[in-house]
């Protein structure tokens, strides 16, 4: 069956611009996390959705940082205001019930010029 | 809040010898710990988890070591191949939502 799937693979951007990142997990999984990896480093949590369930967003590092995920299924990441800090690789994972094996993706590798 | 640590960040072994990767956590009350494997351009990718009410949990060529005592777990990997060329990580769970993972441990083994 179909994995965690992420769109773009890459994407490379001016520092100020607004980025749109898509997560679709894999199919009939009601928990996805949202993560980021810096060169090097390990994953930083930025936020989890539970079914219906209001998310966690405490690992958002700044309110230029949001995430939706509609219908129970698709996430979209978007980081308005571009930084060079922001750039790193962007992982989404999900599991079938929540705090279980999660499931990542290939990730989304940003780059801010 | 939770701090995970990996004892080494690089670790070299020979094809066909074991290997031991390391990791530290802080918070007495984690209770779910998995290891994954990430190569190169890649996701994290599920190797094997226990939960604090084990000390032990085999897989194929892997077992999964928990110290609830000193805070330690550990991931062998028997007869290491040169397929296990890779970054390791421990993911440590303490609030049923969040998990957090160590910086990782490069693996390289050695033909």
């Known amino acids: 069956g179909a994995g965690v799937s992420q769109s773009p693979s890459n994407k490379v951007t001016e520092k100020g611009k607004d980025v749109e990142l898509r997560c679709d997990p894999i199919?009939?999984?009601?928990?996805l996390y949202w993560y980021r990896q810096s060169l090097g480093q390990g994953l930083e949590f930025l936020i989890y959705f539970q079914g219906n369930s209001a998310p966690d967003k405490s690992g958002l590092p700044s309110d230029r940082f949001s995430a939706e995920r509609t219908g129970g299924s698709v996430s979209t990441l978007t980081i308005q205001r571009t930084q060079q800090e922001d750039s790193a690789v962007y992982l989404c994972?999900?599991?079938?019930?929540?705090?279980?094996?999660?499931?990542f993706g290939p990730g989304t590798r940003l780059t801010v010029l | 809040g939770e701090s995970v640590g990996l004892h080494l960040p690089t670790l070299s072994v020979q094809e066909g010898d074991n290997s031991i990767i390391n990791c530290a956590y802080s918070?007495?009350?984690?209770?779910?710990f998995i290891w994954y494997k990430q190569e190169s351009g890649k996701g994290p990718q599920f190797i094997i988890d226990i939960r604090s009410n084990m000390d032990k949990r085999q897989g194929q060529r892997v077992t999964v070591l928990l110290n609830k005592t000193v805070k330690h777990l550990s991931l062998q990997i028997a007869a290491t191949q040169p397929g296990d060329s890779a970054v390791y990580f421990c993911a440590v769970g303490n609030t049923g939502n969040q998990f957090y993972f160590g910086t990782g441990t490069s693996l390289t083994v050695i033909p």
């Open positions: 199919s009939g999984h009601t928990a």
């Open positions: 994972a999900s599991s079938f019930v929540t705090y279980n094996e999660q499931f």
């Open positions: 918070n007495s009350a984690s209770d779910y």
